[in-house]
Nanobody, 123 residues
Framework: QVHLVESGGGLVQAGGSLRLSCAAS????????MGWFRQAPGKERYFVAA????????YYGDSVKGRFSISRDNAKNTMYLQMNSLKPEDTAVYYC????????????????WGQGTQVTVSS
């Protein structure tokens, strides 16, 4: 099972930007589709973005389209989420995820999860 560690969360003002990183170890990352999810207090986990093994295909949740961008650097065994034009509604714990099947990631069926990193957007 691949081990995932998120970083880059913190406090940012509305309209600002933040980049999250997800470092993988234990397995070769290019064998895994990757994704980002988030969960706010009292709410269900929400799909944010997904990327296939090669990085050629991406998919985004409706609320982040045009503002967030997912990418990966397989040589560095790292995935990223660039978040721009942040809103208070984006406040949540963000989790990275990995699975051998891209369709499973898009549908929230995930084999490996990171521990999460807190993102707080102030108004």
């Amino acid at each position: 099972q691949v081990h995932l560690v998120e970083s880059g969360g913190g406090l940012v003002q509305a309209g600002g930007s933040l980049r999250l990183s997800c470092a993988a170890s234990g397995r070769t990352l290019n064998n895994y589709a990757m994704g980002w999810f988030r969960q706010a207090p009292g709410k269900e986990r929400y799909f944010v973005a997904a990327i296939n093994q090669s990085g050629s295909t991406t998919y985004y949740g409706d609320s982040v389209k045009g503002r967030f961008s997912i990418s990966r650097d397989n040589a560095k065994n790292t995935m990223y989420l660039q978040m721009n034009s942040l809103k208070p509604e984006d406040t949540a714990v963000y989790y990275c995820a990995a699975d051998g099947n891209y369709v499973r990631i898009v549908n929230g069926l995930v084999g490996s999860w990171g521990q999460g990193t807190q993102v707080t957007v102030s108004s």
